[in-house]
């Protein structure tokens, strides 16, 4: 078969067979007979779990075609860098100030410190099983199939709401370059409720031309990106140079004027700007050498972004008194305010360039986790084909991009952004969870006995960091009360610390297991608890409509192609 041939086929599935081949879906009765089985099935998907072989080997052949190892540990470091910087320090700094003041910085330190153990979970699995499935397929291993589903619709929940922000706040520092109003570039419908009535066009132009991008190749992509990240990194440090020399110590004053309680809520907000290594993550399968390059480009390129936004937000808030920054255009408006309108130029064509190379980068990895969700049937398998010229999943990059296009027309970036948080810490909260399980569980060799003092520990360790983040938000504000709590919490990870881990790592390990991951699930579960109402209402009617498609399609698709297998 000639290479014409090989891509007209790629373009041509358009039939019943390539996006529902299993057998529950074959026919009217076949699917009625499935929905009267859907106990039984709900419990098989339940207690199965897949496995670290079936990710690596099995599940891949669904793609047809293999994606191009062409990644190196640079690669990864820049990739990191333009996805992650892009995506937070120019565009939700100016609204957390208003919520922390000065004290941002240390959102930025605690949010960094949060960010920086997740990243060491993930590479430890990242190294150990290198496909395009990410947490997706972390979770699939050691947590089964339904709470991998759920993470995946948070995952995809993530990839559409976050491309959609980053379009969004293109489209506002490109209007802030032209004018004064942020909203110049969109137009109002006054039959739309509030937070959806400004349709923003621009936004959508934007990410149709980065995935475009994206889908030309890996390689491509990635080179692209490093030459303008380095060029983004001189910037940057021109930005601290100006904000340090030109700033007043006088701004700092108050330092706490929200308290603890701004820090915290600025904290969760501004978490949104380290996301984007779990997307790095996700191209694991296209790294040359796992096993030294992820380590190294992960881990090294996180300490670096923490220590690079603790700087330039402090230079923020020294150039300019908390109360007067711009919530969309914090760094343009500042510069302008201490009398550099030039520089005003020069930052945002830096944070347009910032949030061009992060919709690159989300495209990449927002592609690769919905190709693994696809090979393992959770949506249509037609989605996981990758191109055999390009190497890229062309389809699963249509969908996303199609998706966050919609998303970016109508919603305000407020709305995004408490979503795209509370489902991002949500999926860093399981991964902690699912590398102590990797540790201390292994099927078939960990006691009984063992296995119940492990579940015990680890509910107190989750139990105790629920209870925290439930003080805090009720407003209980007494040291007692706090010190309990984490007693229990310590308590509890001593106890898991004294029992007998089952496994260690192969390559590349957490350190201080069961420390670091149990902290990194008390972070989380207060940045979580911070979010606000809203957040979580939100979250729930998304994560109620996930469970209503798992149960009428997610669970059948997959309980057949895995007893498929077993056959």
Same mark, same amino acid.
């Given at each position: 078969?000639? @290479?014409?041939?090989?891509?007209?086929?790629?373009?041509?599935?358009?039939?019943? @067979?390539?996006?529902?081949?299993?057998?529950?879906?074959?026919?009217?009765?076949?699917?009625?007979?499935?929905?009267?089985?859907?106990?039984?099935?709900l419990k098989d998907r339940l207690?199965?779990?897949?496995?670290?072989?079936?990710?690596?080997?099995?599940?891949?052949?669904?793609?047809?075609?293999?994606?191009?190892?062409?990644?190196?540990?640079?690669?990864?470091?820049?990739?990191?860098?333009?996805?992650?910087?892009?995506?937070?320090?120019?565009?939700?700094?100016?609204?957390?100030?208003?919520?922390? +003041?000065?004290?941002i910085v240390l959102s930025y330190?605690?949010?960094?410190?949060?960010?920086?153990?997740?990243?060491?979970?993930?590479?430890?699995?990242?190294?150990?099983?290198?496909?395009? +499935?990410?947490?997706?397929?972390?979770?699939?291993?050691?947590?089964?199939?339904?709470?991998?589903?759920?993470?995946?619709?948070?995952?995809?929940?993530?990839?559409?709401?976050?491309?959609?922000?980053?379009?969004?706040?293109?489209?506002?520092?490109?209007?802030?370059?032209?004018?004064?109003?942020?909203?110049?570039?969109?137009?109002?419908? @006054?039959?739309?409720?509030?937070?959806?009535?400004?349709?923003?066009?621009?936004?959508?132009?934007?990410?149709?031309?980065?995935?475009?991008?994206?889908?030309?190749?890996?390689?491509?992509?990635?080179?692209?990106?490093?030459?303008?990240?380095?060029?983004?990194?001189?910037?940057?440090?021109?930005?601290?140079?100006?904000?340090?020399?030109?700033?007043?110590?006088?701004?700092?004053?108050?330092?706490?004027?929200?308290?603890?309680e701004g820090v915290f809520k600025?904290?969760?907000?501004?978490?949104?700007?380290?996301?984007?290594?779990?997307?790095?993550?996700?191209?694991?399968?296209?790294?040359?050498?796992?096993?030294?390059?992820?380590?190294?480009?992960?881990?090294?390129?996180?300490?670096?972004?923490?220590?690079?936004?603790?700087?330039?937000?402090?230079?923020?808030?020294?150039?300019?008194?908390?109360?007067?920054?711009?919530?969309?255009?914090?760094?343009?408006?500042?510069?302008?305010?201490?009398?550099?309108?030039?520089?005003?130029?020069?930052?945002?064509?830096?944070?347009?360039?910032?949030?061009?190379?992060?919709?690159?980068?989300?495209?990449?990895?927002?592609?690769?986790?919905?190709?693994?969700?696809?090979?393992?049937?959770?949506?249509?398998?037609?989605?996981?084909?990758?191109?055999?010229?390009?190497?890229?999943?062309?389809?699963?990059?249509?969908?996303?991009?199609?998706?966050?296009?919609?998303?970016?027309?109508?919603?305000?970036?407020?709305?995004?952004?408490?979503?795209?948080?509370?489902?991002?810490?949500?999926?860093?909260?399981?991964?902690?969870?699912?590398?102590?399980?990797?540790?201390?569980?292994?099927?078939?060799?960990?006691?009984?006995?063992?296995?119940?003092?492990?579940?015990?520990?680890?509910?107190?360790?989750?139990?105790?960091?629920?209870?925290?983040?439930?003080?805090?938000?009720?407003?209980?504000?007494?040291?007692?009360?706090?010190?309990?709590?984490?007693?229990?919490?310590?308590?509890?990870?001593?106890?898991?610390?004294?029992?007998?881990?089952?496994?260690?790592?192969?390559?590349?390990?957490?350190?201080?297991?069961?420390?670091?991951?149990?902290?990194?699930?008390?972070?989380?579960?207060?940045?979580?608890?911070?979010? +606000?109402?809203?957040?979580?209402?939100?979250?729930?009617?998304?994560?109620?409509?996930?469970?209503?498609?798992?149960?009428?399609?997610?669970?059948?698709?997959?309980?057949?192609?895995?007893?498929?297998?077993?056959?």
């Amino acid at each position: 078969m000639d @290479q014409e041939t090989e891509q007209r086929s790629y373009w041509r599935r358009w039939s019943k @067979q390539d996006f529902f081949p299993e057998p529950t879906f074959q026919n009217f009765t076949s699917y009625k007979e499935a929905l009267f089985d859907t106990p039984s099935r709900l419990k098989d998907r339940l207690i199965n779990r897949s496995t670290d072989s079936f990710e690596l080997l099995q599940l891949p052949k669904q793609s047809e075609n293999t994606m191009k190892r062409c990644l190196t540990w640079w690669d990864l470091v820049w990739l990191s860098f333009g996805s992650v910087v892009g995506s937070g320090i120019f565009v939700i700094t100016g609204e957390a100030t208003l919520q922390a +003041g000065p004290a941002i910085v240390l959102s930025y330190a605690i949010s960094g410190l949060s960010a920086l153990l997740s990243v060491m979970c993930y590479t430890e699995f990242a190294v150990e099983i290198p496909v395009a +499935g990410g947490s997706f397929s972390y979770l699939r291993i050691e947590l089964g199939d339904f709470v991998a589903f759920i993470a995946a619709g948070n995952i995809l929940l993530e990839a559409v709401v976050g491309a959609a922000g980053l379009g969004r706040s293109w489209s506002s520092y490109f209007a802030s370059i032209i004018s004064s109003n942020t909203n110049l570039l969109r137009f109002s419908v @006054q039959s739309l409720p509030n937070g959806f009535n400004l349709l923003d066009p621009v936004a959508v132009l934007v990410i149709l031309a980065a995935n475009g991008i994206a889908m030309s190749g890996t390689s491509r992509t990635s080179i692209l990106n490093w030459i303008t990240s380095i060029a983004s990194a001189v910037v940057i440090v021109f930005i601290i140079a100006v904000g340090f020399s030109h700033g007043k110590t006088s701004n700092l004053e108050p330092f706490f004027p929200y308290g603890a309680e701004g820090v915290f809520k600025a904290s969760a907000l501004v978490y949104w700007s380290y996301t984007g290594f779990d997307l790095v993550a996700t191209m694991a399968e296209e790294v040359k050498r796992p096993s030294k390059d992820i380590p190294v480009g992960l881990i090294g390129s996180m300490s670096l972004i923490t220590i690079i936004y603790c700087l330039m937000s402090l230079g923020l808030v020294m150039m300019q008194k908390y109360t007067q920054i711009s919530a969309d255009v914090a760094y343009s408006a500042a510069f302008q305010a201490v009398g550099m309108n030039w520089a005003k130029y020069l930052v945002s064509i830096c944070a347009l360039k910032g949030m061009t190379t992060s919709l690159l980068v989300c495209s990449l990895g927002q592609g690769r986790y919905t190709t693994q969700i696809a090979r393992a049937h959770m949506i249509p398998p037609w989605f996981a084909l990758v191109h055999p010229k390009t190497g890229t999943p062309i389809y699963a990059t249509i969908l996303v991009t199609i998706t966050s296009a919609v998303v970016a027309l109508f919603s305000s970036l407020d709305i995004l952004s408490s979503v795209f948080s509370f489902s991002t810490l949500a999926i860093f909260t399981f991964v902690a969870i699912a590398l102590l399980v990797r540790r201390y569980y292994v099927r078939d060799v960990t006691p009984r006995n063992d296995l119940a003092k492990f579940l015990t520990s680890l509910f107190v360790i989750v139990g105790s960091s629920i209870g925290i983040a439930a003080l805090w938000n009720l407003n209980v504000r007494g040291w007692i009360w706090y010190v309990v709590a984490a007693s229990i919490w310590l308590l509890g990870t001593l106890w898991m610390a004294l029992l007998p881990k089952q496994r260690v790592a192969k390559v590349w390990g957490v350190p201080l297991v069961p420390w670091l991951p149990a902290l990194s699930i008390g972070i989380n579960v207060f940045l979580i608890g911070s979010l +606000g109402y809203l957040a979580f209402l939100r979250f729930a009617i998304c994560t109620a409509v996930m469970v209503v498609y798992y149960l009428l399609v997610g669970v059948h698709a997959t309980y057949d192609v895995a007893h498929q297998i077993d056959q």
